[in-house]
Nanobody
Framework: VQLVESGGGLVQPGGSLRLSCAASGFTFSMYDMRWYRQAPGKGRELVASISSFGGSINYADSVKGRFTISRDNAKNTVDLQMNSLKPEDTAVYYC????????WGQGTQVTVSS
């Protein structure tokens, strides 16, 4: 089982980034997919979630209207489009799969700074 995140980096406030998570080793279409983040010195926070076939999507209040989660069950990928980024969005972002079991990616760093 693998979840591999990509797309993190350094961006200025107000900028955009698109994170992607590539899944393998399990039946991706059966799993709810989530993005979490963890800022330095803080706990892990659920940012966005999408149900197995995309019918249910939820966001943390802190990112509503700025972030969009999407998935492609044919490609076994889940993306997080992040717009209007703020310094407080700085964190390590993790991909998570949840159904019968739970799987985590290794994380990708997002830094929002001028």
């Amino acid at each position: 089982v693998q979840l591999v995140e990509s797309g993190g980096g350094l961006v200025q406030p107000g900028g955009s980034l698109r994170l992607s998570c590539a899944a393998s080793g399990f039946t991706f279409s059966m799993y709810d997919m989530r993005w979490y983040r963890q800022a330095p010195g803080k706990g892990r926070e659920l940012v966005a979630s999408i149900s197995s076939f995309g019918g249910s999507i939820n966001y943390a209040d802190s990112v509503k209207g700025r972030f969009t989660i999407s998935r492609d069950n044919a490609k076994n990928t889940v993306d997080l489009q992040m717009n209007s980024l703020k310094p407080e969005d700085t964190a390590v972002y993790y991909c998570n799969a949840l159904y019968a079991r739970q799987y985590w990616g290794q994380g990708t760093q997002v830094t929002v700074s001028s």
